[in-house]
T-cell receptor, first 114, second 108 residues
Framework: KAGVTQTPRYLIKTRGQQVTLSCSPI?????VSWYQQTPGQGLQFLFE???????NKGNFPGRFSGRQFSNSRSEMNVSTLELGDSALYLC?????????????FGNGTRLTVT | KNEVEQSPQNLTAQEGEFITINCSYS?????LHWLQQHPGGGIVSLFM???GKKKHGRLIATINIQEKHSSLHITASHPRDSAVYIC??????????FGTGTRLTIIP
């Protein structure tokens, strides 16, 4: 069974641009959650989707958004990039969500904003 | 505010030693995940617990709901266990809150 796939692996963008990251979950998993990891703040929850519905959102500005498609693939978008958005972005898929199912993480997308 | 505290922050041990990493949280939880992160970033989920104890190979995770405390134990530690270990409880809303992590180094 294929694991969670995140694309791209690395991305370099300029301040003010926007970026879209993609996450393909394990087949059959309906929950996809997104996380930001920085050296200063550690791991932080961004949002969680289940069957195309956002069930919860972390404390991030509205520049961070996401969506989930009918095949459970998910994308997250960051608009008007700031230097502080440089981070490792991770997604995780699970059968029912973090509250009741083990998580399977992708390898992450490392975003650098210059 | 849902708070998570992990200890110790850093731990260095000799190969073969028994390792314990602790996680405390401030309010009731639905489940707690233990995660392992190796240099380079990849995260592996080790356990998901809502009560009791789970064992997988040399790893054991326990949780005490009344005490709001969980522990991760590694028996017969090995250099390949060197990694950052992170506890992550959920508070009933599909939202993970993360501990600051424990950096474990096992010396051969």
């Amino acid at each position: 069974k294929a694991g969670v796939t995140q694309t791209p692996r690395y991305l370099i963008k300029t301040r003010g641009q926007q970026v879209t990251l993609s996450c393909s979950p394990i087949s059959g998993h309906r929950s996809v959650s997104w996380y930001q990891q920085t050296p200063g703040q550690g791991l932080q929850f961004l949002f969680e989707y289940f069957s195309e519905t956002q069930r919860n959102k972390g404390n991030f500005p509205g520049r961070f958004s996401g969506r989930q498609f009918s095949n459970s693939r998910s994308e997250m978008n960051v608009s008007t990039l700031e230097l502080g958005d440089s981070a490792l972005y991770l997604c995780a898929s699970s059968l029912g969500g973090p509250t009741n199912s083990p998580l399977h993480f992708g390898n992450g997308t490392r975003l650098t904003v210059t | 505010k849902n708070e998570v505290e992990q200890s110790p922050q850093n731990l260095t041990a000799q190969e073969g030693e028994f390792i314990t990493i602790n996680c405390s949280y401030s309010v009731g939880i639905s489940a707690l995940h233990w995660l392992q992160q190796h240099p380079g970033g990849g995260i592996v989920s080790l356990f998901m617990l809502s009560s009791g104890k789970k064992k997988h190979g040399r790893l054991i995770a326990t949780i005490n709901i009344q005490e709001k405390h969980s522990s991760l134990h590694i028996t017969a530690s090995h250099p390949r266990d060197s990694a950052v270990y992170i506890c992550a409880p959920t508070f009933g809303n599909e939202k993970l809150t993360f501990g600051t992590g424990t950096r474990l180094t096992i010396i051969p």
